[in-house]
């Protein structure tokens, strides 16, 4: 079964830093490009950061630039972001996503949710 | 960046109607790069259409897509209980993706 299980999330103060993962299984991770994107409560979806599949493009959305990094290892089957500088506009479920046909996401994992709060 | 707007905000119809959700581009926008996705509640979303027209793997053929440019459509015919949900378009150009604000989709 394709399957993609975020981890990490949890609670921050504002200023800090955490790592999420998302861990890949039934397809071959390294073939194809990943993305993370983010649902505030109650909001809609925006994407965050994207990675190719060698690991050598990565766009990010303006409000992250700067401030978050992704990556990922393709022997272990796992995409991260690493997030520094949160604010509070960073509260949100985190989801990671493959990328099918026509760039779009065809593969969503559950789901982490992170919270910066004093 | 381009931006998506969605409407209406809410569609509120009976089971058995047809639902016609519309996402219009602020600027033109490549068909091959544009997508649909389903969000039920407490879930993650799912895709439903890519490529504008094409559905993804396991979609009922009661959803489909069209348009082009920067004017999209996603139809949802014979309305059913399960198709309670929030939907996004979704477009991808110069290495980044942006997503509509998303429709709400009730059953009256």
């Known amino acids: 079964e394709v399957q993609l299980l975020e981890s990490g999330g949890g609670l921050v103060q504002p200023g800090g830093s955490l790592r999420v993962s998302c861990v890949a299984s039934?397809?071959?991770?390294?073939?194809?490009?990943m993305s993370w994107v983010r649902q505030a409560p109650g909001k809609g979806l925006e994407w965050v950061s994207g990675?190719?599949?060698?690991?050598?493009?990565?766009p990010y959305a303006d409000s992250v630039k700067g401030r978050f990094i992704i990556s990922r290892d393709n022997y272990k089957d796992t995409l991260f972001l690493q997030m520094n500088s949160l604010r509070a506009e960073d509260t949100a479920v985190y989801y990671c996503?493959?990328?099918?046909?026509?760039?779009?996401?065809?593969?969503w994992g559950q789901g982490t949710m992170v919270t910066v709060s004093s | 960046e381009i931006v998506l707007t969605q409407s209406p905000g809410t569609l509120s119809l009976s089971p058995g109607e047809r639902a016609t959700l519309s996402c219009r581009a602020s600027?033109?926008?490549?068909?091959?790069?544009f997508a649909w996705y389903q969000q039920k509640p407490g879930q993650a979303p799912r895709l439903l259409i890519y490529?504008?027209?094409s559905r993804a793997t396991g979609i009922p053929d009661r959803f489909s897509g069209s348009g082009s440019g920067t004017d999209f459509t996603l139809t949802i015919t014979r309305l059913e209980p399960e198709d309670v949900a929030e939907y996004y378009c979704?477009?991808?150009?110069?290495?980044?993706?942006?997503f509509g604000q998303g429709t709400k989709v009730e059953i009256k």
């Open positions: 996503a493959k990328h099918g046909s026509g760039k779009a996401f065809d593969i």
């Open positions: 039934g397809f071959t991770f390294g073939n194809y490009a």
């Open positions: 990675i190719s599949a060698s690991g050598d493009g990565t």
């Open positions: 600027q033109s926008v490549s068909s091959s790069y």
């Open positions: 490529g504008a027209s």
């Open positions: 979704q477009q991808y150009g110069s290495s980044l993706w942006t």
